[in-house]
């Protein structure tokens, strides 16, 4: 059986567990190379084999240990095949789960993080599986204190951990193929209650780049151990720092109250002391501080250089910056598919003088650069990006439409005149890294797109502008930057219609967020009060029993798109294939229009 066939079945029973990872010891107590040992004799001093009852911790062999919590049922299935290292059978104490998916802002930030809470009963447990030493001990772990409350005083560190939650169905022999999988991050533990309840809420894992526990840079404990003249080269400069490994040796940048330096070499000359070496008041093209006295004491902050294509510098911040996120959420090479076919080589700096939350950073990161979204794709259990372009030729389209498709009285309608924007003034090539980002002189360069026909009283009749100040963007980008001001303006020129509907869970299949469809309905008509077809691309999916809500946007991309083709040697428009034409840019005459009086294309 499958997931898929059980979900199509009639009369399929669905049926639903959650498992957290602790972190647990796979050593045996007072066995080599654990060196705990009994002193007192009272059999009760053995561990849990937790960190926190741990009593060698310097030899405290981590690894990932599951605890798994289901729905009560009649026919509780044993020796379930698990795929990891855990409990090895169900404890019935799961009481009820609530699921809020991610919630997507396009083209303006991260957005809001996938939820996932749940309710645990607490219950009388034997400890079998959970406690190595159980048979040792003294009391009746059936008669002393129940069993998960006992669970988070051995398993205190909780936060950051990871949380699964498999939906399915309940078969005579049920294995992991009849449960979809998600997986989040573990935020809180509360309780219990008067009614000796526990309430767990978890997070995608996105959540690990919030400000307040990712920051790039690191914040810095050094300062100065001598003054620093208002002029000249510094050359050498000793830092006085109680950790002297957070100053890279091959080289970086400081801050030292708003002024910016370049080091070439760091080299741990003290128990408390790093030197750089080759230190100069230089920055990178485009960057410059005020120059001034310094003197011992003051913080010397290091700095973040962040250079590359979107994807490189995103992979960089997860990676290094947002603690415990894992590499393989990642789909790099997906990511970087999805930048050069749309986005080319174009690419993106900042210098980071103080520390930013990574959220913050990646929010203001996809604001002023191509890109559709960044999200967590709970099924998939990787991150997804996708740059701001249309549906790619040859792309399948789904269609949908009132009679075969959407539920009856699911579709909503509603106008966004809040994101509707016809002009975009962009400043960019920031000078100083310290400076307010808002201020108007901190900028080199200057853009403004306009959409004059959106602006005339014949449309709209007003301006709705949008004022970016562009720290990403140097001022050598200013192609990659006009650019993306068309793309804007292309997307957002026309008050933008948000479209809420529903399909059952046979038709959605894997239809999901940043997929696009041709939906044709009663709701949106054309001038003659008949259905028209509007494309539009799914920004929010939500399963709701049978049913799967999506909210999506009207998709604004209405000029023909074409790439620049490889080299044809020897082939024009007038003999070029059917498919060389539809995907490729030829040269349109001066009036638009190709030899044959067709529309010509748009260069994106």
């Given amino acids: 059986m499958s997931y898929a066939n059980e979900s199509a079945r009639i009369g399929a029973q669905p049926w639903q567990w959650v498992e957290f990872e602790v972190e647990r010891c796979g050593l045996t107590y007072g066995l080599s190379p654990c060196a705990a040992q009994l002193l007192s004799g009272v059999v009760e001093d053995k561990c849990f084999n937790s960190w926190a009852t741990c009593q060698d911790r310097d030899n405290f062999d981590s690894s990932e240990f599951w605890i798994r919590f289901c729905e009560p049922v009649e026919r509780l299935p044993m020796n379930f095949p698990f795929a990891t290292d855990g409990l090895r059978f169900f404890l019935p104490f799961l009481a009820r789960v609530s699921h809020d998916p991610v919630r997507l802002d396009p083209g303006k930030s991260l957005g809001v993080r996938a939820a996932l809470t749940f309710t645990l009963q607490d219950a009388p447990h034997h400890d079998i599986g959970i406690d190595k030493y159980v048979d040792d001990r003294s009391y009746d772990p059936m008669q002393q204190g129940l069993m998960i409350a006992k669970l988070r005083a051995r398993f205190p560190h909780f936060i950051g951990r990871r949380v699964r939650w498999y939906q399915g169905y309940l078969t005579d022999n049920p ?8 997986e989040f991050i573990l935020e809180t533990f509360a309780g219990p209650n008067s009614r000796g309840q526990f309430t767990v809420s978890a997070r995608d894992p996105l959540k690990l780049t919030s400000e307040d526990r990712a920051q790039a840079p690191r914040r810095s404990t050094g300062v100065l151990a001598f003054d620093i003249a208002d002029t000249g080269d510094p050359g050498t400069v000793e830092v006085s720092t109680t950790d002297t490994t957070q100053y890279p040796g091959a080289g970086g940048y400081i801050f030292i109250n708003g002024e910016g330096f370049t080091y070439s070499v760091a080299s741990v000359t003290g128990d408390e002391t790093v030197t750089l070496y080759g230190v100069t008041r230089e920055l990178p093209t485009g960057y410059l501080t005020d120059q001034q006295s310094h003197s011992a004491g003051d913080r010397v902050q290091l700095g973040l250089y962040l250079d ?5 510098v995103l992979r960089e911040l997860l990676i290094d910056y947002a603690p415990n996120f894992r590499a393989e959420w990642i789909p790099f090479p997906e990511w970087e598919a999805d930048h050069d076919t749309w986005l080319g080589t174009s690419s993106i700096r900042r210098l980071i003088a103080e520390p930013e939350g990574v959220d913050k950073i990646i929010d203001e990161m996809i604001e002023q650069t191509m890109t559709w979204g960044v999200w967590w794709d709970e099924y998939a259990r990787v991150v997804r990006y996708r740059s701001l372009h249309p549906a790619d030729i040859g792309d399948v389209i789904p269609e949908l439409n009132d009679d075969q498709h959407l539920l009856a009285g699911s579709v909503n309608v509603e106008a966004e005149p809040k994101r509707h924007i016809n002009e975009i003034q962009i400043l960019y090539g920031q000078i100083d890294p310290t400076g307010r980002r808002d201020a108007r002189e901190n900028y080199a360069r200057g853009f403004v797109q306009v959409d004059a026909d959106s602006q005339s009283a014949m449309e709209e009749g007003q301006r709705r502008v949008l004022q970016v100040f562009s720290r990403w963007h140097p001022p050598a980008n200013d192609r990659a930057v006009q650019q993306w001001a068309r793309r804007v303006i292309n997307t957002m020129a026309t008050v933008p219609i948000r479209v809420d509907f529903s ?9 999901g967020i940043a997929q696009f469809t041709d939906l044709m309905t009663q709701y949106l ?24 809500e999506y909210q ?8 023909r798109f074409g ?19 539809e995907r490729y840019i030829f040269l349109a005459d001066a009036d638009g229009l190709m030899s044959d009086g067709t529309l010509g294309k748009q260069l994106l």
């Avoid at 294995?175 to 998600?182: I, K, W």
């Avoid at 008509?525 to 799914?538: A, K, N, S």
């Fill in 563 to 581: 790439r620049i083709a490889p080299d044809l040697s020897g082939i024009e428009y007038t003999n070029a294939s059917d498919e060389q034409l």
């Fill in 525 to 548: 008509v054309d001038v003659f009060g008949l259905p028209r077809t509007v494309r539009l691309q799914i920004m929010r999916a939500t399963i709701n029993g049978d049913e799967v």
């Fill in 552 to 559: 999506s946007r009207e998709d604004f991309f209405k000029t």
């Fill in 503 to 511: 399909l059952t869970k046979r038709d959605a299949g894997t239809f």
């Fill in 308 to 312: 590359g294509r979107f994807v490189d």
């Fill in 175 to 182: 294995t992991l193929e009849d449960f979809q999988m998600r």
